[in-house]
């Protein structure tokens, strides 16, 4: 069971470390740190990604600012209370770190992450007023000790046009990159605040089968 979970949740960045290790907390007196790593994109911008590392990966390896690595590991999320709400947040959990080899196969597509789950929420479908296709999807991924991940992912064109259609439970197999996003909040008083948002950036999209699917995951 845990082998067929740690496939459905699947992730590999290459990128440059651009904050340094900050405590983030102890679990079972497993020490995690977090960092920040640029990811380039094809089109010259660039997604700056939180990552979550434990204390193990990093014996006997030394990393600093600047440096190129090469992370392996899942999309979490988890929620937080934020002015009486709750918050999804979105981190990488490396389960490798090294720094890149020059002839590593995974240099021809630095940001690339797959993800088997099901559809937890309707899909939001909407065309832009220059005609594109677009639409917003929320996949549960199950992970161990009954858990699961809620992923928020984004597609256009014809993909966009399929996934409309999709209902809630549909069981689903999707390939592409993790991507930030800046926008701009409004708060009390006319304020304006920077903030970040992340999402999977879909460029495949299959359907399972309806006898492959199983019950979508109740939200926690």
């Not at 920040?36 to 010259?44: A, F």
């Not at 990093?58 to 600093?64: H, I, K």
């Not at 069981?171 to 304020?191: A, H, M, T």
């Amino acid at each position: 069971m845990s082998d067929n979970l740690l496939e459905t949740n699947k992730v590999t960045l290459i990128g440059d470390l651009v904050s340094d290790f900050e405590y983030s907390h102890t679990i079972f007196g497993e020490v995690f740190y977090k960092v920040k790593i640029e990811v380039p994109r094809l089109s010259d911008n660039i997604d700056q990604l939180p990552v979550i590392i434990s204390e193990r990966l990093l014996v006997d390896q030394s990393f600093g600012l600047g440096d190129q690595v090469t992370i392996k590991g899942q999309l979490r999320s988890y929620n937080r209370k934020v002015d009486e709400r709750s918050k999804l947040i979105l981190v990488i959990f490396a389960k490798d770190i090294v720094l890149t080899d020059e002839d590593s196969p995974d240099r021809s597509n630095p940001n690339s992450i797959f993800l088997n789950g099901f559809i937890c929420k309707p899909t939001i479908y909407r065309e832009t007023p220059f005609g594109r296709e677009i639409c917003d999807i929320l996949l549960a991924v199950n992970r161990m000790y009954n858990k699961s991940d809620y992923i928020p992912c984004i597609t256009w064109g014809r993909n966009a046009r399929y996934a409309k259609n999709l209902e809630i439970g549909d069981r689903i197999n999707i390939w592409g990159r993790i991507q930030s996003r800046n926008y701009e909040k409004k708060l009390v008083g006319g304020d304006i605040q920077e903030k970040v948002a992340y999402e999977v950036s879909i460029s495949k999209l299959i359907k399972e089968e309806p006898s492959e699917m199983k019950e979508c995951p109740d939200e926690t």
